[in-house]
């Protein structure tokens, strides 16, 4: 079995002078519960006493320059000595989610079956989701209670008159929960023209903002940098790539290039187009055998866009362009014939700059993209 927190955090066992500390906190973390009330409330529920006589079997998470990052007190029950208890876990909300909880859930669980205790129990209010979901999802089960309340069984006045709690017990025999695989940081600049910026949609999110909105794959952190400039064509893309994505990219553990352009070479400049096709197939072989010598690379044709004449252009050039990806080794996502087919891809481009879609539209090229994104994205 892996332990492991999130790079730069480390662990420790508290001690006596880290209790005011671990109040200080929080109050960051929760200071919208209660004001000053709800400080004091959480101070009784934290007396010195734990970071005094129950400090081996509770933990405290750090950042590199010292600053608290999550604590969990607990002990095994001196009167019910197969009995554990979790009294208290709390994460900064900025690291939530990346299995702290659970990492330090698991050092307890094991120390507690080495001293002998069969089963941890816990406690949490009624209403606090993230609590209950939390333990729900590493193998708690809540016990029967006499109150019903959102649905989960409570104990009525469990901790005095009006003080609710829902109780909870995992047996120690179950299988330990399965920590969460490392985090990925996966970078990818998205490089290319104004369907890239997102144009035309009123919701400034564009099919590059929808698709990274949508990524919520478990384990990566996802950073997206949007490098579309309208207007551009596969030359001015094959000329800027380099110094625009590797300041970017540099360093990165998972560095990757998303590549869309083609409308603008097909666009007519009253003597021919902008770029003629073969140097428009010759560019992008040329930035494709430059980036794939260093980083995955993901190409999305070009679109139609609302003039009959360059739209016939630039059908032709979407399959030679799909052919050099093919070449290359680099996933290819025609979205060219699709997109012709939407009555409202049409209606969009007309209603707006006789050029770019709205909204749907670009929701529409984001569902296009999403599955050959989703696998390009997975682990080597
Ligand atoms: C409850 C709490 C400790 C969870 O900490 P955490 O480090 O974010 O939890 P983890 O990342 O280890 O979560 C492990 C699993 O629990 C579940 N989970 C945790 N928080 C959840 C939430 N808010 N909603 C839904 N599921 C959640 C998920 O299944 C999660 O796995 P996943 O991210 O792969 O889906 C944290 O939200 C917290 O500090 N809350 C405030 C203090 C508190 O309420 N303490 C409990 C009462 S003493």
Known sequence: MIDELPDGLVWRHPDVEDHLRVLAVMDDWWAVFGGADGSRQRALLLPRLFFQHFTDSSWLVEHGDGRIAAFLIAFVSPSQPDTAYVHFVGVDPALRRRGVAVDLYRRFFRLAATRGATRVRC???????????????????????????????????????????????????????????????????????????????????????????????????????????????????????????????SGAPEPRLVLSFGVNDMTSDGHGVRVAPDRSVANLAALLTDARAILPVLM??????????????????????????????????????????????????????????????YEQLTGLVAATWQRWLAPA
């Open 300 to 361: 999305v044709g070009p679109a139609p866009a609302g003039n009959p004449g360059r739209d016939a252009r630039v059908a032709a050039l979407d399959e030679r362009y799909a052919d050099v990806c093919a070449a290359h080794g680099v996933p290819y996502v025609p979205v060219f014939a699709a997109l012709r087919a939407q009555p409202s891809w049409q209606h969009e481009i007309a209603a707006g700059d006789g050029a770019h879609p709205a909204a749907a539209g």
């Open 123 to 249: 406690i949490t209010s009624p209403g606090n989701a993230a609590s209950l979901a939390f333990h729900t999802g590493i193998g708690f089960r809540v016990d029967p209670g006499d109150l019903t309340i959102d649905g989960v069984a409570v104990q009525g006045d469990y901790d005095g008159p009006g003080l609710h709690r829902v109780a909870f017990t995992r047996t120690l025999t179950d299988p330990a929960p399965t920590p969460p695989a490392a985090i990925r940081d996966v970078r990818v600049c998205f490089v290319g023209d104004s369907f890239v910026a997102g144009t035309g949609d009123p919701t400034g999110l564009g099919w590059v903002g929808r698709l990274t909105a949508r990524t919520r794959t478990r384990g990566l952190h996802l950073t997206a940098y949007n490098l579309g400039i309208g207007g551009n064509t596969s030359t001015q893309i094959l000329a800027r790539w380099r110094q625009e994505c590797l300041p970017r990219l």
